[in-house]
């Protein structure tokens, strides 16, 4: 059994704070500050360009990859760690589509995540081969699924609902249909229990700065299936993903499997803090933080709907079909999303009503989603939003 | 007069070392630390996910581009940071030849950095309309420019020797013959006086982990004169380079000038430390950097010359047509850069034979550069080196 008493002692937590956007931005790792302090110390400042080997930084990225890819099920040396998630995208689209080349039609859905949309369009602009971006519903992506497919690509947790693809059943009917798989996992990876390899996902990638608490603009990961690992095409092709980076040869070699999905240096600095962030992890079992979580969501949506009758769920009710977070809908959700952030409750808005919550139990327990449900239904029932006080906020999924 | 003194008090130097490595990665910036200490703890800590607004964070790669912007002759509001160098490559070319989209030869020399060239081909694949990445030595691109050229893509100090290509009457050349350029400043920012507008450069990009001392890994910057910035197609077309990042439609529409060049979530830790370490530039005259980093070089080579026979010049001799470092070449290079390195004198090794030195007047001096040849004087005159024992090693360029 988890001790979550332990795990929430490894973050910092600012006093009045309730804080349900781990889903967005996760909290401050107690043990990052110093662990970033002394790799800048110690081996930045000491090592200076020794660090690249004698510090392990060049090394970095395959060695916190595979760390991330004990949380999704990805076996040793399939995820590498760099850029940020667009890229990442981009990478694996490109690469799935160069595998499956005898098709022309993206299938995604409308709540896939903007981002993984817009890196689409580009690619597919620059390839310039009557490529097209099939977007449905959510509860179309099953049956649109077909033999004119050559990738499918979704995000597993709706950012916006929280609500949940089946990555297993849709990758096994995306192969029967002969298309390959693109799953974005950045809802997903720390919040839920992942398994790349028994869903046989083609490609996945994900950002370490929600869930996985990597801090703000923290570095992304890319899994590719072992068995496309050394025929995947790298678009990006950049020297750090070369098969012998410091020949400097002028011509382009594909390095060894994952490898290959590196481009450019590493960003060594974030990802120390990325590193003491998965500190946190050791130990835990994520079967214990899905139950706890789906335990604390529903605590939340029965309480927000005995209490606040304004309130419109947008989430499943039934939490295995929910990631870990949870919306409401109200017509004045960006005001009442301020006003409660106002009084230390945090979670975010969506465009064009949504207030959205995640629960996260590494650092929140049931004390903190009752006294939120208080905050909100004084905030909704009695009024204490006037949208014109509160000034237009933009807040990072 | 810029006064250096003052300027080597502002970065951390380990007791025993000489570094002229600082053109590979630039040191520790005393204040570099407590600045990305305080981000995390005051910032990431307690502002959580508000920090994207009442933190700045969102608009730090503007702010911090503008600063690297004053230090290459750009205008306010041209330069973004973000991303790597590889991938500001890819933004800058891509936009460079779907302006120029009638011609189909980009033109490039050896002497570029190999990811340049590794990003090229990558994109060139993707497109797949005939593009010819045609690769000359330097001395040969000012006649290589004829109407055939798309893009003129080069690096314009040579990471092997220091070779300064003339940006602006390449530049010149290549507009005359209808042609558009991308410069990459990875070995000229915070080099060497750079004036993109002067020169008229279409694009420009670069690195800030080397002379601009941002970290290992720190994030790279791209330029797009003001005349090309709302023509220019965003390639790698992610959220934050969308007009409107929260309003999360589906379509990608490229915001308003180099906003467009963003892509992913910006690296906000890493931005810190750069942040920090560009104050150091504050009241320091680049003209003066230049001067003073001739005459180290200068000294450099006519001592090593002196006193090491066996050592041939690899870099140009005059110190106008040369960037901040110098090489010079031997058959037992490696060897003898290990033994360098083993007793304190940093600096670095090139395959095949080129042993690298980059003078960095911030926080080198003279004396430095004396003792530094007294070191290579007896290492290579007294064959204080053996191969066999010295592993090899890895370091980034």
Known sequence: MTDFTRTRSLFHMPDGVIYLDGNSLGPLPVAATDRVRSMMSEQWGKQLIRGWNSAGWMAQPRRIGDRVGRLIGAPEG??????????????????????????????????????????????????????????????????????????????????????????????????????????????????????????????????????????????????????????????????????????????????????????????????AALDAALDVWEGVSMNEVR?????????????????????TLASPRDGDKRGSQVSFRHANGYAIMQALIARGVIGDFRAPDAIRFGFTPLYIGEAEVRAAVDAIEDVVNNRRWDAAEYRKMAVVT
């Open 78 to 271: 399939t995820v590498v760690i760099g850029d940020t998630l667009s890229i990442k995208v981009y990478q694996a689209l490109a690469a799935a589509l160069e595998l499956n080349s005898s098709r022309r039609v993206i299938l995604s859905d409308n709540g896939n995540f903007p981002t993984d949309l817009y890196m689409a369009e580009g690619l597919l602009r620059s390839l310039d081969r009557g490529y097209q971006l099939k977007i449905v519903a959510p509860e179309e992506v099953e049956d649109a699924i077909d033999a004119t497919i050559a990738v499918l690509m979704l995000t597993e947790v709706d950012y916006r609902t929280g609500r949940l693809h089946d990555m297993k059943a849709l990758t096994q009917k995306a192969h029967a249909a002969g298309a390959l798989t693109v799953w974005d996992l950045a809802h997903s990876a720390g919040a839920i229990p992942v398994d790349v390899s028994g869903a046989k996902a083609d490609f996945a990638v994900g950002c370490t700065y929600k869930y996985l608490n990597g801090g703000p603009g923290a570095p992304a990961f890319i899994y590719v299936a072992p068995r496309h690992a050394d025929a995947a095409r790298p678009a990006l092709s950049g020297w750090l993903g070369h098969q012998a980076p410091f020949a400097f040869d002028l011509d382009y070699r594909a390095g060894a499997g994952i490898e290959r999905m590196r481009v450019g240096t590493p960003p060594v600095i974030a990802m």
């Open 291 to 311: 139950k706890a979580s789906i335990a604390l969501a529903d605590l939340f949506i029965r309480e927000v709907e005995a209490r606040c009758p304004e309130l």
